[in-house]
């Protein structure tokens, strides 16, 4: 906990929120604004009045005027789920410092973010399938609890990011945000991860953790690579054609998943798992403010 999580950590996080605009109908009082009318405290509209409505809400000032009757009616501020996608599959877990270290701490932010705001976050581990959701306790003095139980989630096998995608939408969750935490990198290509996105109904955020060696290894020579989740090797000769093959296919790869972020107004953040994330996350908040689109 104190590795991962010190003290100036929580304390930073507790200042952060996650703005996500206008929510879905349903949930409970927070500081979002949704599209549900009713009695809030933000004026939006009239409608006229109709048998059974509650007579407190009519405009009287109204009536008066035009001598028939209208409610007031007011956007209601409602809670706004954050679903949290971490990757825990084996490989995030092979590097030293691991990735998994940056994502978990990556998550932790946006957590105690909707936690600041009396949302509802839950986080989902995920490797080889998606595991049990962790929901956090609901309030943010209980920040520090929340992130001690997430900072020992260890390996969860192999990466399969499209069927724990797959398996997500099947639980049919109220819409919200889904932030994915990961570096994509998946046994069935990036084309895969994305489709397995593309039928989400959440707003989505996607947090890619990358380390400069993604896209430039510093490898030469006759070289035996192994996959860290499978253990399987391939046998290469890495010379500067086939560095400079590997860099484009890296380049297509991360392509993809921006050109998906920007047709589906998701937001997109990158870090760099080597760096502080606290720090880099720091810089693209405004006024304490994170913002997702959709």
């Known amino acids: 906990m104190a590795e991962l999580f010190p003290a100036d950590f929580v304390a930073a996080v507790s200042r952060m929120r996650l703005n996500a605009g206008q929510v879905q109908r349903g949930g409970r009082h927070a500081e979002h604004g949704s599209a549900q009318l009713g009695a809030g405290m933000e004026f939006r509209d009239f409608r006229s009045y109709m048998p059974g409505d509650d007579i407190r809400r009519i405009d009287w000032n109204l009536y008066r005027r035009s001598g028939r009757l209208f409610l007031r009616l007011f956007e209601e501020e409602r809670d706004l789920p954050l679903y949290v996608l971490l990757d825990c599959s084996d490989s995030m877990f092979f590097e030293d410092p691991p990735r998994a270290d940056a994502a978990k701490q990556a998550a932790a932010v946006l957590i105690g973010a909707a936690l600041n705001q ?28 929340t992130l001690e139980r997430r900072a020992s989630i260890g390996p969860a096998g192999p990466t399969n990011l499209p069927a724990v995608l797959h398996r997500l939408r099947s639980l049919r969750l109220r819409r919200g945000v ?14 895969a991860v994305v489709d397995g996105m593309h039928g989400m109904r959440h707003k989505l955020l996607l947090v890619q953790l990358c380390r400069e060696s993604d896209a430039k290894p510093q490898l030469d020579g006759e070289l035996s690579l192994v996959d860290c989740e499978t253990g399987n090797d391939l046998r290469v000769t890495v010379t500067p054609r086939t560095l400079e093959v590997y860099q484009q296919s890296y380049a297509d790869f991360q392509d993809q998943l921006l050109q998906f972020a920007t047709k589906r107004r998701a937001g997109y953040i990158t870090l760099n798992a080597d760096g502080e994330v606290l720090e880099q996350f720091m810089n693209m908040f405004t006024g304490g403010v994170i913002t997702t689109q959709g």
């Open 178 to 191: 889904l932030a994915v935490v990961s570096d994509f990198f998946d046994p069935a290509g990036i084309q």
């Open 118 to 145: 009396h949302d509802r976050p839950v986080l989902y581990p995920f490797g080889e399938a998606l595991n049990e959701g962790f929901p956090a306790i609901p309030h943010s003095r209980a920040l520090p609890a």
